[in-house]
């Protein structure tokens, strides 16, 4: 590491027993390996991109069916979400997140906020 010579002590960099190509190598082989990293966590970023946009369209697909929705009035009573009042009313096979989402729309509800006392109309599917 560190050299002698008439005038004192001088540094000669790291000394390393591999030769050259060894070092370039394994330089070599870890910018291969971020560049394969990198390229798979892209490509797993296009693939869960195309799957929330299918499972987006299915759940528009599954708002615009034809069965026709009644509505009846709920009175939103103390203690009670949106959550609990879509478990009330909502049919087994529907996704209870969407069925939130058709109550909000229907009722032009900009957040979960609700009021005890609050009349909502609920659709419902038979």
């Keep these: 590491m560190y050299s ?4 004192g002590y001088y540094y000669q960099g790291p000394v390393s ?3 050259r190509t060894v070092m370039h190598r394994s330089r070599a082989v870890k910018v291969l390996v971020l560049v394969g990293l ?3 966590s892209i490509v ?3 693939v869960m991109n195309a799957y929330a946009v299918n499972q987006e369209d299915a759940l528009l697909t599954i708002e615009h069916t034809s069965i026709e929705a009644s509505y009846i009035p709920h009175s939103v009573q103390h ?7 879509a478990k009330l009313y ?8 969407a069925y939130i989402h058709e109550i909000k ?3 032009n509800l900009q957040s979960s906020m609700l009021r005890e006392g609050q009349l909502l109309q609920i659709p419902v599917y038979r």
């Design 4 to 7: 002698s010579s008439v005038g």
């Design 17 to 19: 027993d591999k030769p």
């Design 38 to 40: 990198i390229t798979v």
């Design 44 to 46: 797993f970023g296009a």
């Design 79 to 85: 203690g009670e979400s949106l959550w609990s009042i």
């Design 90 to 97: 909502q049919s087994d096979h529907a996704d209870i997140r």
């Design 105 to 107: 729309a229907m009722n």
